[in-house]
């Protein structure tokens, strides 16, 4: 099944408070690909996966499964909605209930009416589909590593066979040892089983090993969207290379001004190009680039392979360090 969103907006607060926390992002994402999230904490990322799921509502746009508009609330807390679409959120411990056995929440995630055999026998696959032990469905969450939990948390995405499943900072509050191999998992399974996934993740890295296309977020909008080895290669959006200039690397001196500041107030966003306060090759730094203030990129962003909101993404410089 493919994800699409269509000039998707999410909004929070009224009045003066008011938050255009996503505002008219669109994203696709085909059938057994992998679309990556990128971007700073507070950027909107988490809320276009909420969104997706049902847990906020939409102020505007669409979403679409295989081509069908599932937009309202009522379509995504349907139970056909919830078979197709599942969500894996960063902290699986949250999402665990303490009390209850791996075996009993697996078998409380399958869908209702199953017998008891049928239950147990679909519970013992999931575990052994997540690379764990039989074992593991007698333990208890505190009884299970991080890496474990995670994995508990992907077999109850699995257990309804859902085609979609939206993947927000799995692998953030593991240790860094086990990160990979909960990624590696993730491949396999969408290999095996033909799953598309919607990848969030404030790490390039991660987003960059899991994904065939990357959506840059900032502020609420996306800046940039491209193949994932176009976007490391040959990135546009003077954020993106900011991003990718970021991560620090041995013998790699940085030669190129850094994003500036923090995320603006998304109540009162910059007028013109949200990033021109921060922008390492805008109208700090370079007066001369006046429409950067008054003209929002935005506007200008075509829906090619590689869309960038930049007014002068052509001329933007590529990263100073090989990625
Ligand atoms: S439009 Fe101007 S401020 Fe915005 S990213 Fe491009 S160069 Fe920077």
Redesign the pocket.
């Known amino acids: 099944m493919s994800l699409q969103l269509r000039q998707l907006s999410v909004r929070y607060g009224r009045g003066r408070n008011a938050i255009t926390a996503v505002d008219h992002v669109d994203i696709d994402v085909p059938k057994g690909t992998t679309v990556g999230l990128v971007g700073e904490s507070g950027c909107g990322k988490s809320t276009v996966a909420r969104a997706v799921i049902g847990l906020v509502p939409v102020a505007g746009g669409q979403i679409l499964l295989d081509g069908k508009d599932v937009t309202s609330d009522r379509a995504r807390n349907s139970n056909v909605f919830r078979r197709s679409v599942q969500m894996v959120f960063q902290d699986p411990y949250s999402s665990l209930n303490p009390r209850m056995s791996i075996g009993s929440a697996l078998k409380e995630a399958l869908a209702h009416g199953r017998a008891a055999e049928e239950s147990r026998r679909t519970a013992a696959e999931m575990i052994e589909l997540v690379g764990l032990p039989q074992s593991a469905l007698k333990r208890y969450p505190h009884q299970l590593s991080g890496g474990q939990r995670q994995r508990v948390a992907i077999a109850r995405a699995l257990a309804v066979g859902p085609d979609v499943i939206v993947l927000d900072e799995v692998t953030s509050a593991l240790d860094v040892s086990v990160q990979g191999s909960v990624l590696n998992l993730l491949r396999t399974l969408q290999r095996d089983l033909g799953l598309t996934y919607l990848f969030i993740s404030h790490d390039l890295s991660t987003v960059r090993y899991m994904s065939d296309v990357v959506a840059v977020m900032y502020l609420g909008r996306i800046v940039e969207t491209t193949p994932t080895l176009e976007l490391f290669a040959a990135p546009q959006?003077?954020?993106t290379v900011g991003l990718i200039e970021s991560v620090p690397r041995l013998n790699h001196p940085r030669v190129r001004a850094p994003l500036v500041g923090d995320l603006p107030d998304p109540r009162n966003p910059p007028p013109g190009?949200r990033?021109?306060p921060r922008?390492p090759?805008?109208?700090i730094h370079r007066p001369d680039?006046k429409?950067?203030t008054t003209e929002d990129?935005q506007a200008i962003t075509e829906l090619t392979v590689h869309r960038t909101a930049?007014?002068?993404?052509a001329r933007?410089a590529q990263p100073s360090v090989p990625v």
């Not at 930049?310 to 993404?313: E, Q, S």
């Open positions: 959006h003077p954020y190009c990033l021109s922008c090759v805008g109208p680039r429409i950067c990129p930049c007014h002068f993404a933007t």
